[in-house]
């Protein structure tokens, strides 16, 4: 089982530090974010999406980014992407990103997709990713860092089949699919194994962390609304031996990618822990 971790889950280590964590817990693959820091955000503690210390400043030099490039071989690690938040239709930030995958040795990136809140129909954001990802198809190809697109809530990509319809009008050899369990317990849970298959050599790459929903009863208890939360990664409704063995079923030989936003552990910690768990997980006799 190869392992890697998305560098905005460990927002309090320096790209140097990082790369000795992920040695240690024996996590051969990075995935560098790439995002600026908020103005005044580097005055605040370090949190995910804001004062997150190791991510690429798409805004640096390639000399900032050969950086990340160093820390990586330094340790022995590979940098395996660079994952930045893109918007669909931004070709020249997309490119940007291409370039700086590129320079770092990794092979692939996230692609923008739209979001969906219920202000546009579906079918128009639709036809706006499809023409957007057939021009990243021809930017993967000359570059040769593949796209990936991701199954994640509140966009028009929650579930692996709608992924695959999105994807299915370009090559698996550009263009792939980021399959995120975690996300997909907040929307678009479909059989795991179904999904895989369905998705079959557009399956690129697995990020690993784990959710649930928390039950908010009105005074009276006469109603309820939930909520989506974070979890623990052994203790969410992602039930990740289930998901292992799907996934060797349908021949999955890449990375895990760990992603845990529950805050459990510090993050030394939790790549010891997430590299400890999925070694019982995929050495489970009852899955084997």
Known sequence: MKMSVFTVATPDLQPEQLAKAA?????????????????????????????????????????????????????????IAVVPYLTCGDLAETEKVMRAAKLVGASFIRAGIPAYNRSVNYNE???????????????????DVKALV?????????????TYRLVSHCSPQHVGVLYDPGNMVHEGYENYRMGLELLGPYLAHVHVKNGGYRKHPSEDGSEATWTGEW??????AVPWRQVIQDLKSVGYDGYFGIEDFSGTYDSTEMLLR???QMKQWSEDKQFA
């Open 23 to 79: 040695a240690d817990a024996g996590i051969e693959g990075i995935e560098w974010r790439f995002k600026e820091i908020p103005p005044g955000a580097e005055e605040e503690q370090p949190s995910f999406w804001r004062h997150n210390q190791c991510s690429m400043d798409p805004g640096g030099t390639e000399q900032d980014w050969l950086r990340f490039k160093q820390a990586a071989e330094l340790h022995g690690r590979q940098s």
């Open 274 to 276: 997430f590299a400890e």
């Open 231 to 236: 979890t623990p990664l052994a203790q969410g």
């Open 150 to 162: 991701e199954t994640h809530h509140n966009t028009i990509t929650p579930s692996a089949g709608l």
């Open 125 to 143: 954001l639709y036809e706006q990713a499809v023409k957007y990802l057939l021009e990243v198809e021809d930017l993967a190809a000359a570059y």
